[in-house]
């Protein structure tokens, strides 16, 4: 709301237009639709509305099952990448699976099943080309730190299982109903820098915890904060294995310079994607002709042949431990939305296609109730695999079904090779995968572009790694929700001037060439106004006002006449919002200074209708632009004394 | 920002410049005050800069205590209206005082402690001249709720009054510190709907409770809700007393003929005023006449001479009850501020002078600690005590301090006098007082103007009523912060359009005389771009665009060269933000479409250079008004196919 062209006369200027009243049920229901529909979702559908019935039908059906989509027109060109595609991912999902198992104090075999039964059916629910579906890092360090002490895996075993897979049903629960309900935009509560700061944490804290396998300990701290962590390793160093230390750094070694050569050289994607297979398979050997286990080496031991057992009865839904994995559920299902659809996003971004936040969430939901059902523990879509499956050129979703197969053909065949997989290799893998995690690049830029921001993501970061994942995270949150509630309570309120030769008019602080003009002072107001701002903003604005014949008394200029409020701006306005302009009017009335308004949405200029303030401030105070207002105030408004009785030339 | 001035050369047009980096401490000091400080408290302070430190500390302690600014000029003349003033306060609140410690299931003394220590300390530190310091019914009866629940006060009434001594002491911390912090908008986050409707259902309750008095009935459920009370009115119909009811319905219908009185002519103020008492008076003669006790008619009984006994020693700081008291002291702190600054607010303005919402926190705040060492409990500043006080011409907070005298003289000396006052007429003084506080109009006026804070307001109102008062106040903040949440998550990004013989840019829903410039499509973002909304915005922006190509498509137009995002709507934008409009960028140059930015702020431009997107859009797409960007990308873009070549005539 500035720059305006000068006219001669307001009273031929266009009007602010009052809209006519709309019906209720249609104010209702358009808000509804911009509100929780605002990517329009049902566009396809309402298209095929020509075609009939059955058209639509299969339109909504395709909207539900997104592989309707690409499944006709799917090719035989696009059947080998994804062949490519898949084997690749699967490759490294075998060992990351077991790894990340470990991690959460689960049999490795269930992190085996948990990237076979979820992937096929991301694969017909899945809106993402490239997402690859499996076990998370953080989720499975949070099941273990938040089911752990509810159920220590090594007093009760059996129970911890099914708690793991009770919370999965939650968090799918959770995931699927945030979908169905339209309530994407829970998970962008969670800011950016909040999530950089509390991945980076998570990653640190698991790669303490791999400090057990690399030094080959047998006892350790059930906390994850670096001092008790810390504490623990030193006060066993008679413990360590130097063969185990020395087995992970090589490994560790390994495994970096590949994943380092594929990110130089994008082609060699299949370096690091094949490194840990390599590795586990190096390693088992290794054990195998050295009988390494007889020098404190630990393996993984006796992994059971064939696919998912059921374990739907497992859930344990009405039991005192219901409610921990009630919590780690919703928890660690946020925290698996916001990982799975920013990565799924920002490769569509890459390849210039649109996921469908809610869609995501629903088939992120179904994949986790299922894979509940069926002996696997929370999976989401993790960005290291992702980005694997990215370079190897997936085409569709059907590289997730040709990795689950492969993982599938593995649960059948090859689960006794990796009996004498040694720990120190899953444990390598891991931090590797971790060391990934922990974007520095991405810290420097909030520290560059916004200070704020930087602070939000080093707080999240050290609630993590002193704390704990949760204190972590609630400072995340905390954070997030704090600054939106400052964001909306103090929104921005500038001094507008008249840019010299162009009746344009801008804020005085940005532009240095804008003049205020005699007599009057032009406010711009840069937000809706409401309950949560119309106090903040009645006392700002005053203040305004004051300052300002502070400074004309001080530099003895012609008194202040009238006050234009800019209000393109507002987006909207409620009671309080009414009721502030109400005050504002009757208290500029009594200092005898008028007050009038520039260029109101129709929103405004209906609330303001409805309430009597129009009526009040006057219709002839209602100007389509900051020029307008100021020619008609200067011509129409005596000086201070007498401003309220303004006569208006119309 | 819209309405430009024709440029013919957009080379020739003022540029939006890059401010120049300032020191982070100064940017962060400036950010810290607007945020915490708005209202430049310190300014008296300031201005005594020349003065030397000495004036500067009488300044600092004029701004903690009030008093010291209108003490020295005290008039006589003042003095005689706030006589007049607080000796009718005081005949309200002496009556209102004992009914409302009934209400909370407190000795009726109580609530004459209540109004005498609160009062002076008000009397010192507040900065509102109409406010009348007393205890509020809807606090009293969230204690008698809360506390009663966990102390019930028939089994141990002792440490029932000690939990409410306990729990004021809470609240007057938390107010206190709210002030200190700065952080007054966390009141402003409670809707003024949410409040009319928690207030209402409150008010509504209460005066259900009292049935208890006018039926005279002994038992009575201690819960809240409109179910449990008809059930345990209607099951004890044998036990009603018709001398009760009747009594209760003279002094009723009383009051509330008096109360109509005075509304109607306000020089009859004194007329509500003085009711309360006379009834009191006229209720005890009668029953002292009468033996009224004998036929069933329940009377206030001995009151103890003398003047508040400390009780510092009561508080239960560190027992398994401080839990509640905690919460409790929370809760009725949190509305006893919402109802006192209200109150004090909406008095400042009719008077035309300011009050400073976090001083007032610090006020009520020491008002309730120390209150809490004198055996008062809740205080805050309700609003028929200061209608009344207003009405009666009080000039400064002296009022408060005459009130305050008089409670002294009425507790040191005429508390015998209570003995026979019968209950019945409490009760009726409850009612009268809280049918007061049931503000149809404002429901009324919110239907009219805006029907979602209707349904919150309905929405608190049902919570109370049938549920009970927590319940309620959960809805009323629940659906306060959503809306907020909402607000910030989904803002307004509307198409502009060029009105006809002028330069100006409107919204093309609002004016339909606003029509789009061929190739070109205007957005205008209306919020801050921030991580809540930057996803949203994403979306939001890119259906706008594909409905245009759909619009162009279907009506053969010419296609889309560029999209002009006028930003001066912008307040602010963060990392998120920033990464939005780069994806934005690299998407529409994919779809060769041009981007250009109108009228960014200073602290945009400022974040887009940092994060180096001002370098990935280019600096000559970026226009100070959203003419010269639709002038220049007319005359430089190409049609579509190419433009993301598009030549800069610089």
Redesign the interface.
């Known amino acids: 709301?500035?720059?305006?062209?000068q006219v001669v006369d307001a009273a031929a200027a266009?009007r602010v237009?009052v809209?006519p009243a709309r019906p209720?049920l249609r104010?209702?229901g358009d808000n509804l639709m911009?509100?929780f529909f605002?990517?329009?979702p049902f566009r396809a559908v309402a298209r095929e509305g020509a075609g009939g019935r059955g058209r639509r039908a299969v339109a909504a059906l395709r909207y539900v099952l997104p592989c309707l989509e690409w499944l006709p027109s799917y090719s035989l060109g696009a059947l080998r990448s994804d062949l490519v595609a898949g084997v690749t991912v699967a490759s490294l999902a075998v060992p990351q699976g077991i790894s990340y198992a470990k991690l959460a104090d689960l049999p490795p075999i269930v992190g085996l099943y948990s990237s076979f039964v979820p992937a096929l059916v991301y694969a017909a629910m899945g809106s993402s080309r490239e997402l690859a579906v499996g076990t998370m890092a953080v989720g499975s360090l949070l099941f273990a730190a938040m089911l752990g002490r509810e159920a220590p895996p090594g007093e009760n075993p059996e129970l911890y299982v099914r708690l793991a897979f009770t919370a999965t049903f939650f968090a799918g629960t959770f995931q699927a109903a945030l979908g169905v309900l339209r309530l994407g935009?829970v998970v962008?509560?969670?800011?950016?820098?909040a999530i950089v700061g509390f991945m980076g944490g998570a990653a640190t804290v698991v790669c303490l915890q791999q400090l057990k396998g690399i030094l080959g300990l047998r006892h350790f701290t059930t906390a994850t904060d670096v001092v008790a962590v810390v504490r623990s390793v030193v006060s066993q160093s008679h413990e360590w294995r130097w063969q185990s230390v020395v087995l992970g750094c090589v490994f560790l070694a390994f495994l970096l310079i590949t994943r380092y050569f594929s990110k130089k050289r994008p082609k060699f994607f299949w370096l690091s994607a094949a490194a840990p297979l390599a590795s586990v398979v190096a390693g088992s050997f290794l054990v195998y002709f050295i009988h390494g286990e007889n020098h404190g080496i630990q393996v993984i031991g006796y992994l059971k042949k064939g696919i998912n057992p059921p374990s739907a009865r497992d859930l344990l839904l009405s039991s005192s431990h219901t409610m921990v994995a009630l919590k780690t559920g919703i928890i660690t299902g946020i925290i698996g939305l916001a990982e799975g659809i920013a990565v799924g996003?920002s490769f569509a971004?890459l390849k210039?296609y649109?996921v469908d936040?809610n869609k995501e969430m629903i088939a992120f939901g179904l994949m986790n109730i299922v894979g509940s059902c069926t002996s696997c523990y929370l999976t989401a879509g993790p960005f290291s695999r992702s980005a694997v499956n990215y370079n190897a050129g997936c085409k569709t979703p059907m590289s997730n079904a040709v990795m689950a197969v492969a993982v599938m053909l593995t649960l059948l065949f090859l689960t006794p090779l990796f009996h004498y997989t040694p720990l120190v290799v899953l444990s390598a893998i891991i931090m590797s995968a971790m060391l990934g995690v922990i974007d520095y690049q991405a810290v420097g830029?909030?520290w560059?572009?916004?200070?704020?921001?930087f602070c939000v993501c080093v707080g999240a970061y050290l609630g993590v790694v002193f704390g704990n994942i949760e204190i972590g995270l609630s400072i995340a949150v905390g954070i997030?929700i704090l600054r939106?509630?400052?964001?909306?309570?103090?929104?921005?309120t500038?001094v507008l001037g008249k840019?010299p030769n162009?009746?344009?008019f801008?804020?005085t602080?940005?532009?240095t060439?804008a003049q205020a003009v005699p007599g009057l002072l032009v406010l711009r107001i840069?937000?809706?106004i409401?309950?949560?701002?119309?106090?903040?903003l009645r006392?700002?604005i005053?203040?305004w006002i004051n300052h300002e014949e502070d400074r004309i008394k001080a530099e003895s200029l012609e008194s202040l006449k009238c006050v234009v409020l800019d209000m393109?701006?507002?987006?909207?306005i409620?009671?309080?919002g009414?009721?502030m302009l109400e005050?504002l009017k009757?208290?500029l009335d009594?200092?005898s200074i008028q007050i009038a308004l520039a260029?109101p949405?129709?929103e405004i200029m209906r609330?303001l209708d409805?309430?009597n303030v129009l009526r009040l401030i006057g219709d002839e105070w209602i100007f389509?632009?900051?020029?307008e207002a100021c020619d008609h105030a200067q011509r129409n408004c005596k000086t201070g004394t007498d401003a309220v009785q303004c006569t208006v030339a119309v």
Chains 1, 2 share one sequence.
């Open positions: 709301m500035v720059g305006e062209q266009p237009p809209p209720l104010t209702v911009e509100t605002p990517d329009d935009f962008d509560m969670l800011s950016h820098a996003r971004m210039n649109h936040g830029r909030l560059k572009v916004d200070k704020f921001d997030s939106i509630l400052l964001f909306v309570a103090r929104p921005k500038t840019m162009s009746t344009n801008r804020r602080d940005q532009y060439a840069d937000s809706p409401y309950f949560a701002n119309a106090g903040y006392e700002r005053t203040r393109s701006a507002v987006a909207s409620d009671m309080s009414t009721n005050d009757n208290n009594r200092r260029n949405g129709s609330k409805k309430s389509l632009t900051v020029g």
